[in-house]
């Protein structure tokens, strides 16, 4: 295998449950609202601005929730990764940065505090998705970065195609 790549989404049903239920609230207080003219505590033509600024507000948590995605490519340049909408283009790390670079099994919530866009302040950061495995990288300049992935073994044999190509 010479080149990885995978994409992650945050695709777990409790997830898609807590989405529906937010959807299926937002439906209902549109309805509410605007359809049958009602509010919670009789709200007056002059708040619409607020009942439609929370309607945008719960529908824009939806879009962000589904459009959240994790990409990462190994290939002969190094690591690429890109936590869509947060980083709006790939970054990349070259193999010659690297001091270290490893697939591992972590403790999410211990580590990270959870999952998505995390910083801890002794483990560094960490990207990831769903799951409990993820490559582990650390910089010559000292910074942590971990990318969860669900390919582990995948992950594994093109690191060590190209880490200790680059390492020796």
């Not at 609230?25 to 709200?43: D, M």
């Amino acid at each position: 295998m010479r080149i990885f790549n995978e994409t992650q989404r945050f695709t777990q049903w409790w997830l898609q449950l807590m989405n529906l239920a937010i959807f299926s609230f937002t439906i209902f207080l549109g309805h509410k609202w605007f359809v049958l003219n009602e509010g919670f505590s009789n709200v007056s033509a002059e708040n619409r601005p607020e009942q439609i600024f929370v309607i945008l507000i719960m529908l824009l948590v939806l879009f962000l929730i589904y459009m959240l995605r994790l990409k990462i490519t190994i290939d002969e340049i190094g690591i690429h990764y890109q936590f869509i909408p947060f980083n709006s283009t790939k970054k990349t790390i070259r193999w010659d940065e690297l001091e270290k670079c490893y697939v591992r099994t972590y403790s999410p919530l211990k580590e990270y505090g959870g999952w998505g866009y995390r910083i801890s302040f002794g483990n560094g950061k960490a990207l990831n998705v769903k799951g409990n495995k993820g490559i582990q990288i650390e910089l010559k300049t000292g910074k942590k970065l971990l990318l969860g992935t669900q390919k582990e073994e995948d992950a594994r044999k093109v690191i060590e195609r190209y880490f200790k190509t680059n390492d020796e």
